[in-house]
């Protein structure tokens, strides 16, 4: 099936730093892709929606400043965690999927467990 | 009101118990419904798609009524290998997935 990689799997980073995570598919090309954030015990929560070629969507509250999204080519987006602080910590994932439709499965990546210190 | 609530859970269950997850969505414009599984620290995979006219997989069965904005999923005869965290997903037109809250399952022996 469709395979969605995510990188790196966790990152511990000091408080102040950027953190890239890249999101590939790795068998199809997705002109879409969604970044969630997910605390513990929580639901995941759409962040943006990464459109190829321009500006992300995104979710109300959700600063775009902070959370820069890059989708530059048909299969990799990233999202850079920018000036992180301890309240960034959570676990963030990606997906996409391989066929556009509403009926069709979303496959994920791995996720990253970010914690910031 | 949040877009999909679930059962809070967590549901604590003997092997080969039957139990049954409910969950609600608050817009009506939602056109696609799913159930995915979530492992501790991993990513979500899809379990099942829901159709109005229900739909089951072997021990699975999800059921959705679209007047009650109302759907379900009932597991039979549950496995250790079922314990999990069990997410509601709407879908819009032109949106991404909407996840519910999530309940819990732990099945033991």
């Known amino acids: 099936g469709a395979v969605v990689s995510q990188h790196p799997s966790w990152v511990i980073c000091k408080s102040g730093t950027s953190v890239k995570i890249e999101c590939r598919s790795l068998d199809f090309q997705a002109t879409t892709m969604f970044w969630y954030r997910q605390f513990p015990k929580q639901s995941l929560m759409l962040m943006a929606t990464s459109n190829e070629g321009s500006k992300a969507t995104y979710e109300q509250g959700v600063e775009k400043d902070k959370f820069l999204i890059n989708h530059a080519s048909l299969t990799l987006s990233t999202l850079t965690v920018t000036s992180a602080h301890p309240e960034d910590s959570s676990f963030y994932i990606c997906?996409?999927?391989?066929?556009?439709?509403?009926?069709?499965?979303?496959?994920f990546g791995q996720g990253t467990r970010l914690t910031v210190v | 009101r949040k877009e999909v609530e679930q059962d809070p859970g967590p549901f604590n269950v003997p092997e080969g118990a039957t139990v049954a997850f409910n969950c609600t969505y608050s817009n009506s414009a939602s056109q696609s419904f799913f159930w995915y599984r979530q492992d501790c620290r991993k990513e979500p995979k899809l379990l099942m798609s829901v159709y109005s006219s229900g739909n089951e997989d072997g021990r699975f069965t999800a059921q959705l009524n679209r007047a009650s904005q109302y759907i379900s999923l009932l597991i039979r005869d549950s496995k250790l290998s079922d314990s999990a965290t069990y997410l509601c997903v709407v879908n819009q037109a032109g949106t991404a997935l909407i996840f519910g809250k999530g309940t819990t399952l732990s099945v033991s022996s």
């Open positions: 997906s996409a999927r391989a066929v556009p439709g509403l009926n069709t499965e979303a496959f």
